[in-house]
């Protein structure tokens, strides 16, 4: 089944679930809301009963003194004596009796008032059975009162709810359903939407297109920017791939040539020492690039990193001067960092001028180590981060990767780099005292 199809049966076995909750459960609740008022009518009856007992007992057996009425029905009233004799009785019962054994007993043996199921012939009763006061010069002094009321028309009322209920229930659930399902197709069309959308892409193979937006502000709509989003990363990043790889083609293409002209002219003329000198230099050049090639796509497919607590004066090593500012302590994968301050310092030796200088200290959130000359820096700024970047006073040493190895190692670390003329601030976050405590235990 397609989600389309699980979600509006879903939908639907749903509504039709509560809708039969509904049926079975209203008519028991109004069938115990009608008891209840049954039985409040009856309790209100037999304590206006006890009240004419204590009272004016000689009207208990006046005519008419206990009749009632209860929703258009007759409602039934026989008062006994202690020994259980009729004192007196509603005309309604006519010549029938109340029969009420267990809670006739009950008030009149245990003086407590107690309901009952009765019948009186064929008719079903809701009966209440209450003792009457001892003090009054009454016949009924000492007995007890029992007044009941029909259940006949309870069951009416139940039996015509069910039967209205039950076609108005199956005609709700059915145009909930179809409702349910027509809002499920409208809802989900957005869905269809992007999954057409993302078969073009498909198809095409061009990552530049973009998903169709929706005019809602819902989850679908969310959906459709972060796919898109992505698929703009992964547009840059294959267009950065393709910068890589042809800068990467470039820069190898010069040393192999080389290589390629010095073997040639060996060859040709025989050993000559500035000939194998100059072939020496390509090599090591062109392992060199090869090598800072593999560290820079080995940083690009590495995870986030773990690492472990380092102090970071520990890597300040290799300059003229080491300043510590402030003892400071960062979880770093060591050797990764080791190498990103060491391609600093070359960087600083290579292209800068003057004495070098490693600042380490940090702010109580962020870690740094500085690497700085006294050269003017390069003019190029945060570009000097980019892969095969050469500012303008280079020499035409190194790989022109080692800054960007540098970035991607702070980076993969969840920290930053920066310059600000020849100073080059590699920040991580700071580990707290609390932290590195756990650490070393």
């Known amino acids: ?75 039934y009233v026989q008062v006994i004596d202690k020994s259980g004799r009729i004192v007196g009785r509603s005309s309604a019962l006519g010549g029938r009796v109340l029969e009420g054994d267990g809670a006739t007993r009950r008030a009149l043996e245990q003086r407590r008032s107690t309901f009952a199921d009765a019948n009186l012939g064929s008719e079903p009763l809701r009966l209440y059975a209450a003792p009457l006061g001892e003090l009054g010069r009454g016949e009924a002094s000492g007995g007890a009162v029992l007044v009941a009321g029909s259940l006949a028309d309870i069951e009416r009322t139940l039996d015509h709810t069910r039967r209205l209920m039950a076609p108005l229930a199956f005609a709700a659930a059915a145009l909930a359903a179809a409702l349910a399902t027509l809002l499920t197709r409208r809802a989900l069309t957005p869905l269809t939407r992007l999954s057409s959308g993302a078969r073009a892409i498909e198809r095409s193979g061009d990552i530049a297109e973009r998903l169709p937006e929706t005019p809602t502000r819902d989850e679908v709509a969310e959906l459709a920017n972060t796919l898109n989003a992505m698929l703009a990363s992964l547009q840059r990043a294959q267009e950065a791939e393709h910068r890589f790889v042809g800068d990467a083609s470039h820069e190898l293409r010069t040393p192999l040539t080389a290589l390629c002209g010095n073997a040639a002219y060996l060859a040709k003329h025989g050993p ?27 940083e690009d497919a590495a995870a986030p990193a773990q ?31 080791e190498r990103a301050v060491d391609n600093l310092v070359r960087n600083a030796r290579t292209h800068g001028g003057g004495r070098v200088t490693i600042t380490v200290g940090g702010d109580d959130r962020w870690a740094f180590i500085r690497v700085s000359d006294e050269g003017p820096g390069p003019a190029s ?61």
């Open 1 to 75: 089944m397609t989600l389309r199809r699980r979600v509006a049966a879903a939908a639907a076995a749903s509504i039709v679930l509560a809708v039969a909750l509904l049926v079975i459960a209203v008519p028991k609740l109004l069938e115990r809301e009608l008891r209840t008022t049954l039985e409040d009518t009856l309790v209100r009856r037999a304590a206006d009963v006890a009240r004419l007992n204590a009272t004016a007992p000689g009207q208990l057996t006046a005519p008419g003194a206990l009749e009632g009425t209860l929703s258009g029905s007759a409602l």
């Open 272 to 298: 000559d020492e500035a000939v194998i000198a100059d072939i020496e230099a390509g090599a090591a050049q062109l392992s060199e690039l090869l090598d800072d090639l593999l560290a820079l796509a080995r």
């Open 381 to 441: 700024g945060e570009d000097v981060f980019e892969r095969f970047a050469r500012g303008s006073n280079a020499r035409g040493e190194g790989s022109g990767l080692g800054l960007a190895i540098v970035k991607a190692i702070v980076e993969r670390h969840g920290g930053h780099v920066s310059v600000d003329g020849s100073a080059f601030t590699l920040s991580v976050r700071e580990l707290s005292n609390s932290a590195r405590t756990t650490a070393r235990r």
């Open 307 to 337: 690492g472990e607590p380092v102090a970071l004066a520990e890597l300040a090593r290799g300059a003229d001067d080491v300043i510590v500012e402030r003892e400071v302590c960062a979880r770093i994968e060591r050797p990764a960092f």
